[in-house]
């Protein structure tokens, strides 16, 4: 039986005007602020009950009744999504924590949880008949983007900080794609986006400024609910760049209680950003609704070093609503808590991830996570392409 998205229309995260979802958007034109993929929840609790998933493809697409792309020609795969949920037993007994979690995110197509949202942009903006993607990135994204559009067949050009690891130029160069490095931060590439497409040049998917990354994202959400059976943990550890994951997921929760799928109870969504960049963490801890840009962003961690985020107030929103927490670590706790990861637990992630793992051992000395909360901790990537971190022993 052929499956059919439910999407129904786009509306703004911050002024609500509502948009034709079969038309190309980046931001909202009245305010330039993110857009949000709606769907008819009404006829899609009729007819996408949760045991239609029994026995569907382990990829993000078989939730493909609450994702975008409409026509089934245009769903680019490759392999993306249901990353394993490992009990964390070893580093939990350390902590005293009896039920913590690790979503493998390390695992999916070019090694990280970029592959979802790229994944999505992609199958849609081919959907749409973009011919040419462009995007700034710190690493991941560029791979991810690379990937996915070779897959679709459209060419797509790269710009990332000059002091990129090189490792990603060469695997973005070797999936098609055209990479410039520029000088500065992932900010300094986006500008170099921006006048590309000033000049009709290509179609910007960078993360939050067009609709569709944050519906991949979601995924994780719906994973998450599927793999607990169907009782959301009650603390989920995300380390926020762009923050696309902890908007997608706190999306994705509304979603499936509309659906009937889940009930009214939420994970507190901690927030978790380096203290060389914590623009998150500083405007949550000062009760406002947007961050002010991080000045001098610096740390180890590249996928954090986001200055500013233009989803900055869904982030904040959905920190708040879920009785949530945002986290500074220091670039040293990364380091250990990466080697802690890899040694106890077999996994060799990537410092934006390690960071998850350096969050929860303040909150656990704060109290502020109790033993038996079953606690998730976003591996967001493998560590493997950052192997000039790991020192010699
Ligand atoms: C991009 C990235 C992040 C941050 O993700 P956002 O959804 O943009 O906040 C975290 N970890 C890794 C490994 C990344 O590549
Ligand atoms: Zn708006």
Not at 304 to 310: F, G, I
């Given at each position: 039986m052929?499956?059919?998205s439910f999407l129904s229309h786009l509306e703004c995260g911050w002024c609500g005007a509502t948009y034709d979802a079969d038309r190309l958007w980046n931001l909202c034109p009245a305010c330039e602020r993110p857009l949000l993929a709606r769907y008819d929840l009404e006829a899609a609790r009729q007819a996408f009950?949760?045991?239609?998933?029994?026995?569907?493809?382990p990829t993000l697409w078989r939730y493909t009744e609450m994702l975008p792309v409409r026509d089934p020609a245009y769903r680019l795969t490759l392999g993306e999504g249901f990353t394993p949920l490992l009990p964390f037993k070893r580093l939990g007994a350390r902590l005293g924590l009896t039920?913590?979690?690790?979503?493998?995110?390390?695992?999916n197509p070019t090694a990280?949880?970029?592959?979802?949202g790229l994944c999505m942009a992609v199958s849609r903006a081919a959907?749409?008949?973009?011919?040419?993607?462009?995007?700034?990135?710190?690493?991941?994204?560029?791979?991810?983007?690379?990937?996915?559009?070779?897959?679709?067949?459209?060419?797509?050009?790269?710009?990332?900080?000059a002091d990129v690891p090189p490792v990603f130029v060469a695997e973005m160069r070797a999936l098609g794609a055209e990479v410039t490095l520029v000088e500065g931060l992932i900010t300094d590439a986006a500008r170099f986006v921006r006048e590309g497409v000033a000049a009709g040049r290509w179609f910007d998917v960078s993360t939050l400024k067009e609709p569709y990354r944050v519906e991949g994202k979601k995924t994780m959400g719906y994973e998450l609910a599927e793999q607990?059976?169907?009782?959301?943990?009650?603390?989920?550890v995300y380390p926020t760049g762009g923050g696309t994951g902890l908007v997608g997921m706190w999306k994705a929760f509304a979603e499936m209680e509309a659906l009937g799928w889940i009930d009214d109870k939420r994970p507190r969504m901690v927030s978790v950003q380096s203290a060389g960049c914590a623009p998150i963490v500083r405007a949550f801890q000062q009760g406002a609704d947007t961050a002010e840009p991080w000045e001098n962003a610096a740390t180890i961690a590249d996928g954090?070093?986001?200055?500013?985020?233009?989803g900055d107030f869904l982030i904040l929103r959905a920190i708040r609503e879920s009785g949530g927490t945002a986290v500074a670590v220091s670039d040293d706790e990364i380091r250990a808590a990466q080697r802690e990861i890899g040694a106890q637990e077999g996994v060799f992630v990537a410092p934006e991830a390690a960071a998850t793992w350096a969050a929860v051992q303040h909150l656990v000395r704060d109290a502020w996570i109790a033993p038996d909360e079953r606690v998730v901790l976003f591996l967001t990537g493998s560590g493997l392409k950052y192997t000039h971190l790991v020192q010699d022993a």
């Open positions: 052929q499956r059919t009950p949760r045991e239609a998933l029994r026995g569907r493809e039920h913590l979690y690790a979503k493998d995110e390390g695992l990280s949880f970029k592959a979802r959907e749409l008949g973009v011919s040419r993607l462009a995007i700034p990135t710190a690493g991941n994204a560029g791979s991810a983007l690379a990937a996915y559009a070779a897959r679709a067949g459209i060419p797509a050009h790269v710009f990332a900080p607990f059976g169907w009782r959301l943990p009650d603390v989920i954090l070093r986001v200055p500013a985020a233009v």
